[in-house]
């Protein structure tokens, strides 16, 4: 079975958990899923990339979505690992309130992962500095990390 930990930062989508379960083909696939919602330090970034993306009716609204954060944290962690072990995988995660990339590399090695996949949507200003998390994470674990962009869906 080939173990992987999937960062999230949002719940996932149909069109995510079809290609995150069938990058290897048939070969059954084990996630350990750690949700780390965007919280409010990433406030500016995120108004940026959504300007850059040209979703200027995001960036009025950003503040609304991170005020519930806690809450939806857990129920779209809980909505992933239902799809994702409905698509017949095996699944267990946790939300990362803090250090995400220690909690990342704990895991790793805890549970003696194969890959990282981080799933997010474009976060050009961190991209281009490589303060993303898969850039930070390719420094800190011993395993390929593969970077795919969320669905918008």
Do not use: C, Y
């Not at 939300?95 to 990282?116: G, I, K, T, Y």
């Not at 674990?141 to 962009?149: A, D, Q, T």
């Amino acid at each position: 079975m080939f173990k992987t930990v999937l960062m999230i930062e949002k719940a996932l989508s149909d069109a995510d958990v079809e290609l995150v379960t069938t990058l290897h083909g048939e070969e059954k696939v084990s996630f350990v899923v750690l949700m780390q919602p965007r919280g409010k330090q990433d406030e500016l970034l995120r108004a940026l990339d959504d300007v850059a993306l040209g979703h200027l009716d995001k960036v009025a609204h950003e503040r609304d979505e991170t005020e519930n954060t806690p809450t939806l944290a857990g129920e779209s962690l809980e909505h992933s690992l239902r799809h994702l072990r409905a698509a017949g995988a095996e699944a267990i995660g946790e939300v990362v309130e803090a250090q995400p990339l220690e909690r990342l590399r704990e895991v790793v090695e805890e549970s003696a992962a194969d890959e990282v996949l981080v799933l997010t949507s474009p976060h050009f200003v961190e991209e281009f500095f490589h303060r993303d998390w898969a850039s930070q994470a390719r420094h800190k674990v011993g395993v390929p990390v593969l970077k795919l962009f969320a669905s918008e869906s």
